[in-house]
């Protein structure tokens, strides 16, 4: 079991809550109200049975445009835990349901209603660890095939953020987990597989040089032609030079 701490609270409207961060976690849940939390590169509109669960010293701020009543439940690290940083809105009413129990037993206040309330709130960690842990065999497949996506079209324009987006994931936490896949970040990934294509392309074909920095997905030459130079120490035309045979 863990050690939590639950209360409820009425934030009125406009109230803002300046960018934070706790040793602990902390989990809000929102009865009612609607609002917007910050938090990494993220920005979340809340609203009734919405809530979010932020990781020790992760900043966040919240804005509220409604007068909003929440619970919170704050939980001290430890090994057993593997929560990420994220919010959400209870589709399935399963959170909302165990909130409505800890509200209620902290409004009663009946015999041991702290145990019973640490004891719903452990519930409630459970359910957000197993939610994240299946969440994250989904966004792995996700990821996967935004590198199969990319090696498929590196030569067509590419946002990092639409292939963060595409798995659900922040573009940070996108980033570490592609370079962790590939050995590369996702930028430096796509340049390799467009420098790549460019010496393949001036060894094997007459294509004019400005024709070649398009096809591969380059936006204009000077940046095809520093790009190429700083991988293989030639410009373009000298490459083709060194390589190409008679076509």
């Known amino acids: 079991m863990f050690d939590t701490y639950s209360f409820t609270q009425k934030r009125e409207n406009k109230f803002v809550i300046k960018p934070h961060v706790h040793d602990k976690y902390e989990f ?3 009865f009612s109200g609607k609002g917007t939390i910050k938090y990494m590169n993220n920005v979340f509109d809340f609203a009734e049975r919405s809530y979010f669960v932020m990781e020790p010293n992760v ?3 919240h804005f509220y445009s409604e007068q909003s009543n929440c619970l919170i439940i704050w939980f001290k ?3 057993r835990i593997k929560l990420k940083s994220t919010a959400k809105n209870d589709l399935q009413f399963e959170i909302s349901t165990l909130c409505q129990k800890i509200r209620d037993e902290l409004e009663r206040k009946a015999l ?4 019973m309330a640490n004891a719903i709130a452990n519930e409630i960690i459970f359910h957000l660890i197993r939610e994240q842990d299946k969440k994250e065999e989904n966004n792995n497949y996700l990821l996967k095939n935004t590198i199969k996506y990319i090696d498929e079209y590196y ?3 590419l946002r990092i953020t639409d292939l963060a987006d595409s798995c659900g994931y922040a573009v940070d936490h996108y980033r570490v987990l592609f370079k962790k896949e590939t050995g590369k970040s996702p ?3 796509i340049m390799t597989k467009r420098q790549n294509l460019a010496a393949k392309l001036l060894t094997e074909t007459n294509m004019a040089v400005s ?3 398009y096809y591969c997905g380059f936006e204009y030459e000077s940046h095809f032609s520093r790009s190429f130079k700083e991988k293989f120490k ?3 035309l000298q490459y083709r030079k060194n390589t190409q045979r008679d076509l």
């Open 77 to 79: 690290p430890n090994e």
């Open 234 to 236: 030639i410009s373009p």
């Open 211 to 213: 024709e070649i920095c």
């Open 155 to 157: 030569m067509t324009p």
């Open 187 to 189: 930028k430096d990934y």
């Open 59 to 61: 900043s966040h701020c």
């Open 112 to 115: 041991n209603f702290d145990k």
């Open 28 to 30: 809000v849940y929102f």
